[in-house]
């Protein structure tokens, strides 16, 4: 309450009634650096996406599904917390009695964020350029600068100025003069460049333009660009300071200039010259790094191979040590991580693991900490959600693993929820298949039994980039249509509050076949904990996939077991019979 009090003084000097703030800072990345977290500081919540609203008199923390019963459990109670869903930002401003103003950093926010915000209720939006929540955080922490580097073309499948000609002509075609790109990660793809600007991803922060000559100047931290990169370069990239940003977009004039709706903030939209026409949209990038090449499915194929590995070793010594000492969540994904580090191509996780017991399932970004850390045993779900980077690529898998007996109710809901995964895996995509369309089938089996889950049913996923990455995925919204290339995650499941927590995740890709068919296939090769399946409630197909998928498992996973993990492999693989 106090830092909300210190908060209110401030905006109170800059004659607002309200302030604004955002998850996520001037990169509009999913995580954002401890000393940058602005809204983990003012609500003391973890997740990668939020919006706080703080009022004279009443705060307000607005989360979407997955994260209603993390607030619960980390947020104060000075903050009513609103699932998006139920309740829009713009709802809290319904019924004014007199127009208000609203404080925001202008940096951190697009003018269609802000628009959602405030709807059409009587808001005076005030932008602010010196952020709030700055002038209250004393002490906070530094992060050193990390050079950038080049991607070899064995990781990466295609030159940068081959990519560049690829993206001239899209411009070119819309006759598009400048295109301002803001969103890190495709910076980093279309150069081939990665760094460590985040600490789940290989980024490359700064702000990027492309003319329409294929010209690219690159607005970023110099201390961060080697002299290998500039001789590698030379003149076909123009780097200068990112503070310059600004003034070089004020002197465009008389252009027609695209700007990404998504990471484009109200304070670059807003200085553009009035002269300009201003082309809002989604960058086009964004699907061309998302139809990976022939080198990035090849090597993503070799990054799960290395994640395959090192779970199902972890799988193996958890199913034969829970019931004999200690074990806990932070010292199991503790183990999982040295299982990682046997590997020479391991750089570090993709995201924080959700190593969850009993109802900390239920939390879907659960993250266990010294508060919650329960310890693994008794009868339940244990899940697992993690992920990795390495230059061949980025994972993200889940297995939710029977410790002790498991009920039968636990196990009919597992199976059900297994029946939508084998669903979305088995779809029969067509030319106009889109996410949505399969996000239905997976969802179809559990709500044929009254249940749901709150999340999509997959994701998007970079190739040694985000682990998280549009326009692809699997949710009830999404229109982008399946295209061959697209990597995605499959990953339905079923959570019940102070209970447990069931989610099974592969991660799959889009490969065109013969006659031009598409078909999904597995990247991800780790055994399904049959220990959980209840086999009367799948069908026949349903079952000949578990066995297909297990015989690959097998077969791929087999050199890498020593003679106790053979033995275990053998019989976590063996088929199932009606």
């Known amino acids: 309450m106090k830092k909300i009090n210190q908060l209110r003084e401030?905006?109170?000097k800059n004659n607002c009634d309200g302030y604004l703030i955002p998850k996520n800072d001037e990169y509009f990345g999913e995580y954002v650096p401890e000393n940058r977290d602005r809204l983990k500081f003012i609500?003391?919540?973890?997740?990668?996406?939020?919006?706080?609203?703080?009022?004279?008199?009443?705060?307000?923390?607005f989360v979407d599904g997955r994260y209603t019963l993390q607030a619960k459990v980390e947020v104060n109670k000075s903050f009513k917390i609103c699932e998006i869903s139920k309740i829009k930002p713009q709802d809290v401003f319904k019924n004014l009695s007199r127009q208000i103003s609203l404080g925001f950093d202008p940096k951190l926010f697009t003018s269609n964020t802000l628009n959602n915000i405030v709807g059409n209720n009587k808001i005076s939006l005030i932008p602010i350029k010196d952020n709030l929540i700055d002038k209250i955080w004393k002490n906070k922490s530094k992060t050193k600068d990390k050079k950038f580097y080049l991607l070899e073309k064995k990781f990466h499948g295609e030159h940068y100025l081959d990519k560049i000609i690829r993206l001239k002509k899209i411009l070119i075609s819309n006759q598009i003069d400048y295109l301002f790109c803001t969103a890190v990660e495709n910076i980093s793809w279309l150069i081939n460049i990665r760094g460590r600007d985040s600490l789940s991803s290989p980024l490359t922060n700064g702000k990027l333009i492309v003319k329409k000559d294929g010209k690219i100047i690159f607005f970023t931290n110099l201390s961060k660009i080697t002299?290998?990169?500039?001789?590698?370069?030379?003149?076909?990239?123009?780097?200068?300071?990112?503070?310059?940003?600004l003034d070089y977009i004020k002197k465009i004039k008389k252009s027609k200039i695209l700007i990404d709706k998504k990471t484009c903030c109200y304070d670059f939209e807003k200085n553009l010259n009035s002269s300009n026409k201003i082309i809002k949209t989604n960058d086009p990038i964004d699907l061309l790094k998302a139809l990976k090449n022939k080198t990035e499915i090849s090597n993503t194929k070799i990054a799960h191979l290395f994640d395959g590995i090192a779970l199902t070793k972890f799988i193996f010594w958890l199913k034969n040590n829970y019931s004999k000492k200690r074990i806990t969540e932070i010292s199991a994904q503790n183990r999982l991580?040295?299982?990682?580090?046997?590997?020479?191509?391991?750089?570090?996780?993709?995201?924080?693991?959700?190593?969850?017991?009993?109802?900390?399932?239920?939390?879907?970004?659960?993250?266990?900490?010294?508060k919650t850390n329960k310890a693994i045993t008794g009868n339940n779900f244990y899940l697992l959600d993690s992920g990795s980077q390495y230059l061949y690529g980025t994972t993200d898998v889940t297995r939710t693993i029977a410790i002790g007996k498991i009920s039968k109710l636990q196990k009919k809901i597992y199976s059900t929820v297994l029946k939508g995964h084998i669903a979305v895996s088995s779809y029969e995509i067509k030319k106009s298949t889109t996410g949505k369309d399969i996000d239905k089938v997976a969802r179809a089996p559990l709500f044929k039994i009254g249940h749901n889950y709150s999340h999509g049913t997959g994701h998007g996923v970079g190739y040694f980039l985000n682990v998280h990455e549009g326009p692809q995925g699997l949710s009830p919204l999404n229109n982008q249509k399946i295209l061959p290339g697209m990597i995605l995650s499959n990953e339905p499941g079923f959570y019940k509050e102070n209970k447990f927590g069931i989610r099974i995740e592969n991660l799959i890709y889009c490969k065109k076949i013969n006659n031009n068919n598409l078909k999904f296939l597995d990247f991800t090769m780790v055994p399904i904990d049959k220990d959980c399946i209840n086999k009367k409630i799948l069908n026949q197909k349903e079952i000949n996939w578990i066995n297909n998928y297990h015989e690959k498992v097998y077969y791929i996973l087999k050199p890498f077991m020593n003679n106790v993990e053979l033995t275990m492999l053998t019989n976590a693989c063996s088929a199932i019979f009606r």
């Open 43 to 61: 609500s003391e919540f973890s997740g990668s996406s939020g919006l706080a609203i703080i009022l004279k008199k009443t705060s307000y923390l």
């Open 10 to 12: 401030v905006f109170k």
């Open 227 to 245: 002299l290998q990169i500039r001789i590698f370069f030379k003149k076909n990239i123009t780097f200068k300071k990112e503070e310059l940003f």
């Open 337 to 370: 991580e040295q299982f990682k580090k046997l590997c020479k191509n391991y750089l570090y996780p993709s995201f924080n693991t959700i190593s969850a017991f009993a109802q900390n399932g239920a939390i879907v970004h659960y993250r266990a900490n010294k």
